[in-house]
């Protein structure tokens, strides 16, 4: 079945460049995404790309995705306080549009 | 604009209970989707809804059920509660039924503590 993994935590300190990995299985995606929850509050959609599409830029967000490996990415530029929160990559389920699967998300924390 | 309203925020409750959760979703948008957060893990999800009809349905027991009513709001109902239900429960509102680029706005979730 499908799956989507990410690792748990990443730390960077503030200013510099934050990469949050995230891979998964099912080849056929056709879009992937990028949740972002804070503490008490749901699930913010940051971004999303389609699967024909290498790289998208917005702002200080930049996602890679590398189709043959099923490697996404997500690029935050000059990482500030306010980007610590969970990040959740997920993928659109190939035999139900409804559906979204989620990985366990990356706890980021910003460092002095 | 209102967002996607949850209620209520917390509940608690014990095995073998039952508890129903509600969902309004933003003006405009007909579909609902039901979404289950364990701590420490992704949203699963559970359901869809849309035009009040259910459109997907994720791996939970027959225990989960839903509807969605003329004016696009939805419940989420859970019989028999068991331990493993302590949750956020999570609903999502979105224009259509689904495809890749139709947003899904989430709500802050019901905080659900089965004792």
């Known amino acids: 079945g499908e799956d989507v993994e990410q690792s748990l935590f990443l730390s960077v300190r503030e200013g510099d460049s934050s990469v949050i990995n995230c891979t998964y299985t099912d080849s056929s995606s056709t879009y992937l995404y990028w949740y972002k929850q804070e503490p008490g509050a749901g699930l913010q959609l940051l971004t999303y790309i389609f699967s024909n599409m290498d790289m998208k830029q917005d702002q200080r967000l930049t996602v890679l995705l590398n189709k043959k490996d099923k490697h996404l990415s997500l690029r935050i530029a000059d990482t500030q306080t306010g980007d610590s929160a969970i990040y959740f990559c997920?993928?659109?389920?190939?035999?139900?549009?409804?559906?979204?699967?989620f990985g366990s998300g990356t706890r980021l924390s910003i460092r002095p | 604009d209102a967002g996607v309203t949850q209620s209520p925020t917390h509940l608690i409750k014990t095995r073998g209970q039952h508890v129903t959760l509600r969902c309004s979703p933003i003006s405009g948008h007909k579909s609902v989707s039901w979404y289950q957060q364990v701590l420490g893990q992704g949203p699963q999800f559970i359901f869809q809804y849309y035009e009040k009809e259910e459109r997907g349905r994720g791996n939970f027991p027959d225990r989960f059920s839903a509807r969605q009513f003329p004016n696009y709001s939805s419940e989420l109902n859970v019989n028999a509660l068991l331990l493993g239900d302590s949750a956020l429960y999570l609903c999502a509102s979105s224009l259509a039924s689904g495809g890749g680029r139709d947003e899904q706005f989430f709500g802050p979730g019901t905080r659900l503590t089965v004792l």
């Open positions: 997920a993928e659109r389920d190939r035999s139900s549009a409804s559906k979204i699967i």
